[in-house]
Structure formats: C-alpha cells, structure tokens
C-alpha cells in the first residue's frame, strides 16, 4: 500500500478518494464523503486513511471545483479554504499536485470504457479533435480537452460563470426573475441544484394557476421523473433546453468535433427527459451554424469516477495541467 499514491475529487457536496498505482489506472479503496461532515480536506483525508489502514502516501494529485491558481484555494460551494503548501507539508508529500476537478475530468475522458458513455441524439465522433465536458451539480463544471501527439491538453477555466442569454420570451422573464435573486445571472446560476429549485419557483410565479408544492431540487426531479407534476416537468424540460443552448454555444467556440460530454450529478437522474427534451435542437439551433453543431456528438458519461482517473492521469503524465 505504501507504493500507492492518492488522487481525489472534491465538489462542493461530496469528496471521493483513491490510491492508484503509477503502473496501471486502477482505482483502489475508493471511498466518498460528504463536505459538510468535515472542517476541512485534511480532516477527511486522515479519516481516509484510517479507513483503509496504510501509510500517508508520498505522492497525491486532488481536484477540487474551484479556481487553483493560487496558494490559498477558496472553494466555491462550501465554506473550505485550504493552503496548498500547508497541505503538503502536513501530509509529508513528495508531490502534490492541485487541478480543477473539471480538468481532471476531461483527463479522465480517455480513460472510460464505451459502457460508461450513453449517446443522446444524433451526432459524429472526429478521432483526434476537440472534446468538450460540462457538468451541471453542485455548481456547473466546464473544461475542454485538445489532442497533441503524445496525449491530450486539458483546458481550465470557469466558464461556468459565463452570462446567461435567454433565447425566448419567457427566457427574458427568467432573467428578470434570476436578477431579483442574483445581482448577476451566469449560466450556473441556472444550471445547478440550486438553480432547479429557482427555475421552479419562476415557473410557479409565471404560471397564475399552479401552486408552489415543492421546496427542493430533488422533489422537483422526481417529480417530474414521475410525471407527477406538470409544473416540475416544465421546469425540467426548460433546464434540459437551456443547458443545450448554452452547450452548443460553447462546442462552437472551442470548435468540440470531437463530442460533447455531459457529466456532473444532475444529468444521470434525469436521463430520460433528458432524451426527450429540447437539449439536441437548442444544441444545434445556431442560425448559419447550425450544420455545423448538428454533426457533434453529445454524450452522457455514467461513469462515477472519472474524477479520480482524471487526477491519476495528471499526476503520472510529464504536463502540469492548470
């Protein structure tokens, strides 16, 4: 066990870690925890440890779901800071290196089996093209990958905290409904848990007739999973249309031939409105572009710990993604 080394993927919900060894992407002893039970990552690293009974390793690579360009990490959905050198010291490392969990998500991409990948509408894979990952859960992860001879480039960023720009009349109501909430409506606003729950309650406001019922993102998916209510299966829908919208805008800007990949914890649950919703045609709907969207694949990745694959990649492999 001493030879292992640890990766981990830490959201703003939940954190999942592993050992891996440098000769092969096995995950082994993989555990998951929830943020909120601990004060900080090394808490839940040192419980981690206890649980699977082995040295501190020497080596780790953690993702977490926030900016990392600096020494001092602030995540963005929860109350943790953490100071990588502190970190390191503390877990008496020989290397540690910090990534974007979307980063080590995109890294982790060429990793999966084909099982792991469901494909949602028509579209074409370009061997050795751009690929794009974004996920809606806690908050909206985004990053892309480019080919290189010898292996792929990830592309960090925080396009999450793009504007959003409504496509419809009662978009533009959705909007101004947001503003009253947010001083400023980026697409993960919208496109998260939390932005379910506001979604709702904007529909509930605009449709007269329809009462509130539901005070959570999960009652409001099950819901409308179930077909139990027709105001949540609104709401569902609209999320499915404006997160094509918004995906199919950024395939066009990194020119993502080579697949759209939808990740996060949202999106497997609500796998069969999404089927059936307006996701494809808002992903193609792009006026003179619309030929050129139409052909991109878009997939949903099943795969639970691509995270963790992700971070193994970026720690073995001879490139310090940022």
């Keep these: 066990m001493t030879k292992l080394s640890l990766v981990g993927d ?3 919900t939940n954190v999942r870690l592993a050992l891996v060894s440098s000769n092969n992407f096995n995950l ?23 649980l699977v009974d082995c040295e501190y390793p020497k080596k780790a690579c ?11 990490i602030k995540m963005t959905n929860n109350s943790w800071k953490i100071k990588k050198y502190e970190l390191k010291n503390k877990m008496k490392l020989k290397k540690l290196k910090i990534i974007n969990d979307f980063t080590a998500i995109a890294l982790g991409l060429p990793h999966i089996q ?10 074409k894979n370009y061997n050795n093209s751009n690929k794009i990952v974004i996920g809606p859960g806690t908050g909206l992860g985004l990053a892309g990958l480019i080919p290189n001879k010898n292996f792929w480039i990830p592309i960090s960023g925080e396009g999450g905290h793009i504007s959003f720009a ?10 101004k409904w947001f503003k009253k909430i947010y001083n400023r409506v980026s697409i993960e606003r919208i496109l998260c848990g939390q932005g ?43 999320f499915c ?48 572009m619309s030929f050129y969207n139409k052909e991109i694949s878009t997939w949903l990745v ?9 971070a193994a990649e970026a720690l073995f492999n001879k490139m310090d993604p940022m």
């Design 241 to 288: 249309k404006i997160l094509g919208s918004v995906t199919g805008d950024i395939a066009l800007t990194l020119g993502a031939k080579g697949g759209v990949y939808l990740c996060g914890g949202i999106l497997p649950r609500i796998k069969k409105i999404l089927e059936t919703s307006e996701f494809r045609n808002s992903f193609y709907n792009k006026g003179r």
């Design 28 to 50: 082994y002893k993989i555990k998951k925890f929830k943020c909120i039970n601990y004060v900080d990552i090394n808490e839940v690293i040192k419980k981690y440890i206890s």
């Design 196 to 238: 379910i729950l506001d979604l709702y309650n904007a529909h509930v406001n605009y449709f007269k007739s329809y009462k509130k019922i539901f005070n959570t993102p999960a009652e409001i998916t099950n819901a409308a999973l179930n077909k139990e209510d027709h105001l949540a299966y609104k709401t569902i829908m609209r």
């Design 302 to 310: 099943k795969s639970k710990w691509i995270g963790l694959l992700g």
């Design 114 to 123: 084909t099982k792991d990948l469901y494909k949602i509408g028509y579209g």
């Design 10 to 12: 830490i959201g703003g």
């Design 62 to 72: 953690l993702a977490f779901a926030c900016p990392i360009n600096y020494n001092l």
């Design 166 to 175: 409504p496509m419809d009349k009662f978009e533009i109501y959705i909007l």
